[in-house]
């Protein structure tokens, strides 16, 4: 199989789908375990997915948004830690590709690294002290300058695909001066290690662990970014993320809907598929779905067909799709959960680890109060008076 081999979008999906039966049948060892799907990454690494998002000009294929949505849906229908862990990979490199945040130089190099070898990167940007980046809390990791380049010494936590990474995109105070700055960082450079940490209820298989950085020595044109923590612009490719959780929910409601075609209890006749209250609670959940899913792709495709400008006016529009999509897919699950009743809550249930797996979906950016006191500001907005 390769993907990037396709001439059209349908191809993609029929083919990615035939690798998610063998997720979805690894997920449940991984979750028990809380160990790293790295079948699943080799799978796709395989495939040439990780280089489906650089542009075209540095040899990827360029997706538009929309369609890195499509395939990241399907893959959390099979297994939703192995969705949002590549999901991080592919939206950045989409996002520097197409900013051309970069020197031209670097950004090349690795994504000639990734379309050729599969390699994956992600941000380090969490850390115990500062909690979640979008706070624009100062990061406590340091880079000092050298002669040579830099020294740059700390801990970042959910360093999400961490027993895969071959990049990080890590997030550092310059020593002795008010600037933060993001640093490219390869695995392989002496003092980066990785502190198997990771160990939590939902989620369980992305390897969000921590990365350990001392004293680890860079070279000038590794300064990759100034940044400004907790002010970033529209980012459309962190849509990927409330993709994940529908997918998801979408297999949960599939699989209560099969269980209520099977299940026949002996007190009626036929299946528990032909009862009014078990008819109302399936067609909730797919209302709900069916309606996040109209939005979701809306505001993609607006972002596709829109220039620049007019995106960093979306910022508010993405948030309002997360906040939607993840809220309303913790419904979609326990509606499901109630069509199996008590054995929804069987350890071996998949509707379990769907529920666990989906509460994740409310710690990542943006967070559900910035998004509804940005929803709030704009209204508010739009009807000041002169």
């Not at 969490?126 to 980046?133: I, K, L, M, N």
């Not at 502190?195 to 300064?223: F, P």
């Not at 709900?288 to 993609?300: E, G, K, P, S, T």
């Not at 006191?373 to 704009?378: K, N, S, T, V």
Request: glycine share 8%; with cysteine; proline share 4%.
């Amino acid at each position: 199989m390769d993907l990037s081999k396709c001439n059209h979008q349908e191809e993609r999906m029929e083919l990615l789908s035939t690798l998610v039966p063998a997720f979805k049948e690894r997920a449940a060892k991984h979750d028990e375990e809380g160990s790293f799907p790295h079948e699943n990454f080799r799978e796709l690494q395989n495939a040439n997915y990780p280089g489906l998002t650089v542009p075209k000009k540095y040899g990827g294929q360029g997706l538009s948004l929309t369609d890195f949505l499509e395939l990241q849906e399907i893959i959390a229908q099979g297994d939703g830690s192995t969705a949002l862990s590549i999901g991080w990979h592919m939206g950045i490199m989409m996002q520097l590709g197409e900013n051309q945040t970069w020197d031209e130089e670097t950004y090349t190099a690795v994504a000639r690294d990734v379309v050729n070898n599969g390699a994956l990167l992600n941000n380090a940007a969490s850390e115990p002290a500062t909690g979640s980046p979008t706070r624009g809390g100062r990061p406590e990791t340091t880079a000092t300058k050298t002669e040579d380049g830099w020294v740059i010494t700390g801990r970042k936590t959910f360093t999400t695909l961490a027993p895969v990474l071959d990049y990080f995109v890590v997030s550092a105070g310059i020593e002795n001066s008010d600037k933060v700055g993001n640093f490219l960082v390869h695995r392989s450079l002496r003092g980066v290690s990785i502190d198997y940490t990771w160990n939590t209820l939902g989620m369980r298989a992305t390897g969000s662990d921590d990365l350990v950085l001392d004293q680890v020595q860079l070279k000038d044109e590794d300064y990759v970014q100034d940044i400004t923590p907790g002010q970033k612009g529209a980012a459309g490719w962190l849509l990927h993320i409330p993709a994940c959780y529908l997918g998801i929910a979408e297999a949960a409601i599939n699989h209560s809907a099969e269980f209520a075609n099977h299940y026949s209890p002996n007190s009626i006749e036929g299946t528990i598929a032909d009862l009014p209250n078990i008819k109302q609670k399936i067609g909730e959940a797919e209302l709900l779905r069916q309606r996040n899913r109209h939005f979701l792709y809306a505001v993609a495709k607006k972002w596709d067909r829109s220039d620049s400008e007019t995106r960093q006016h979306m910022k508010t529009e993405l948030g309002a799709v997360k906040y939607s999509v993840v809220n309303d897919a913790l419904t979609m699950v326990d509606l499901s959960m109630r069509v199996e009743g008590a054995k929804s809550l069987q350890a071996d249930n998949p509707l379990s680890r769907y529920y666990r797996d989906i509460r994740a979906g409310l710690h990542n950016p943006p967070m559900d109060d910035m998004t509804i006191m940005q929803l709030a500001g704009e209204v508010f907005a739009r009807n000041k008076s002169e």
